[in-house]
Structures are given as structure tokens and as C-alpha cells.
């Protein structure tokens, strides 16, 4: 049920068996922090292991850590700790190169798997999906072609039965619409097309069954909801039994077949590892690691019922503060965010700041839309209803209006 007074918030946490999680995390005094769908909070554990990589595994046992402290293997080791979050099996994820890098090299062996050479994507997905897109069609000949993923469009551009590859966002960046990843991914398969899906919005924030909606592959980044840090590795998926035969464009020595041959010839691993390319970062896989080793004990059942609480509890109230929403109602069709919009043209960039500067932390995304992401590992109830009423003040004050929060910064 959804609470109404921040009374019924308290009684929430208080009964809230994720509550312990908030003490595995670092957040500052003073902040509610919706923005773990953009950037996650950082992990405790983090800067010790981090620290302890830097000065131990590199700085003391320096090139035996390749072995020793299991480098070369990171990839995997990682893959298979995130697999379990996302559905998959523990050999069908791999660690590393960032989430654009690995949607190229899906893309492109998908498009190789397929006797066909049309790119079904979505007209609003993430730039980054469709650049990449648009740079994997000019290379190989295909054609882009952009639907609207939420009407009937998809399924009458499916019917025309020469789709190679649908492209979808599972979690849409700016609205937070979920897609049906089962249903779609059928759909596509009866009509002889491959699917992609990007998790970037997903992963972490909502449970994922990628073998059981029998996906071909995914990608995803680990910075967001699951909070590896800025920049941090990606993770993709390739269905095992895409394995033998997928070919990606990125062939490089780390996904040789035997890569300490030094053979002059390219042959693939047989495993998932023929998605890895070259030398990964791997001070950034020890932040990824500690952030994992957090998400081991979660139940994404629990994060899944908390997050629907606390978005509903967020809609509830902007809907009080006179704001309307882009994000679905349902709760089949919502992922772990609140986007806003005001009537008011203009308004949600210093909205945003507005509550930014009383340290509740959002963001913005063209072309007016404020974003709350909620991360349930660390955040309350109460931290929920304390930033709604922030949000009502500064609407219905019209503290926004102020002259300093309409200065527009490079990163929004
Ligand atoms: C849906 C989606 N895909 C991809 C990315 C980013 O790609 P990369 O990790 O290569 O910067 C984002 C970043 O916010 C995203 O929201």
C-alpha cells in the first residue's frame, strides 16, 4: 500500500528488511540522493579495495597478479557475479569495455548471425544506441530503421519478416517505461529477428530473467544502479548457444582461443570470452567488485516491491505539486524512476537545481523532463517523502524561479 503520511514512511523502514543495506553505502549528511540511476552511490567497501589493489596486487606483487590475484580471469570472474542479477548463466556475461564498445560488437555479430540487414530500433533510445547504430549500419551495409516501441509500430515493422535485429531499451532512459522483454523478445523470434536488449536502466533496479525470456544478447553499464563508479566496465551477454558461432568485429588478443600463443591468426575462444577484445581497467573491475560483492546479498525481489513503494509514494505526491508524469502508472510497465514534467515550459532544468541546492539530488534530460531514479539498497522511505515535500515547496513556493538555477552546466 502506498503511505501517506511520512508516519507510515517510518513504519516502512522500520519493517524493511533492506534497511541494513543503507550501511554498506557512503552518502553524505544532508543529501537524498535520486540521481543512483545516472551515477549509484558509492559502496563502503569500495576505496579499501580499491586501495588494496593499487598497493598490494599492483604495487607489490605487480606482474604476478596477472595470476595470482586472478587479473586475466576478471572478466569472467566479474561476468559470473553479475550473471545471477541479471538471469543469465554464469558463462554468458563477460566484464569489460563500455557499454557503447559492447552494443557495437553485438550489433555487428548479430547482423553477421542473420541473412537479413535491417536494424529495428527505437526513434527515442539513448544517443549513445543510436550512434552506435547508425556507425554499425554504415559499416556493414544494413539499414536503421526507428520505431516508436511503445505502440503498435513494432509489431507491424516485425511483420514484415525481414527484420535481422531489434535494438530496444529495456528500461527507456528519459520516461523509465519498461518494456516487456519476454513478449518482445518472442515476438522478434517468430518473426526471424535477433534481440538486443540494453540493461543500462535495468540492471540493479528491476529483476531480469534473460535465459528464461530466451534473449540472444545484452549489454549493460555498472555505474548506475549498480554502483561501480564513474566510468566503470560494462557487462555483456551472449546467449551460450550464440556462442560457437557469434563473430564480433573487435577481435582482439584477450578473446583469442589461446591468447599466450602469439599466434598470427585470429581464432575465437569458444566461450563468451570471444566478446573481450584487449587489456580491460582493471583498478575500475576492483570498484565493480566491491560493488558486486554488496549486491550478493540483496533479493531483487525485495528491491523490485520496495522500488514500486517508493515510486508510487514519488508519483502520488508530484502529482499534488501540480506535476504531470512520463512514466507509467503501471507497475508492469515502470522500471525504478519518476519522470516529471512541469506545464511550464522551461521549468524543469531549475526545478531540478532548485532541489538540488537544498541537497536533493535529481537530473534533467531534454527536452524538459526531471528524473528520479531510487535506488532501494540505500535509500528510506522517509528519504522519499522528505524529498517529495522538498519538491512541493519548490514548486508551489516558486523557489525555482530564482536567477542562479536557470545557469545551464555542461552535464545536466
Ligand atoms: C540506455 C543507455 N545506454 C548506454 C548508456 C551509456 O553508454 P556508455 O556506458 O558507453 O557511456 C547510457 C548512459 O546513461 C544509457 O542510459
Redesign the pocket.
Known sequence: MTPTTREDCAALDAADPLAAFREEFVLPEGVIYLDGN?LGALPRSTPGRVADMVEREWGRDLIRSWNDAGWWDKPRTLGAKIAPLVGAGTDEVVVGD????N?FKTLVAALRMSDRSVVLGEAG??S??LYVTEGAVSLTGAVHRRVDPDGPELAEALAADDVAVVLL?HVD?RSGTMRDMPGITRLAHEHGALVIW?L??SAGAVPLDLSGSDVDFAVG?T??YLNAGPGAP?FLYAARRHHAVADQPLSGWHGHARPFDFSADYEPAPGVSRFLSGSQPLVADAALEASLDVWAGADLTQVRAKSLVMTDLFLDRAAKAGLSSITPAEHARRGSQVSLVQPEEGAGYPIVQALIARGVIGDFRSPDVMRFGFAPLYLSYVDVWDASQALLEVVETGEWRQERFAQRAQVT
Open positions: 545516472s563500455g557499454t557503447s564498445a552494443l533510445n539513448f549513445t544506441d531499451s532512459y540494453d543500462c536502466h553499464c555505474y548506475k560494462s
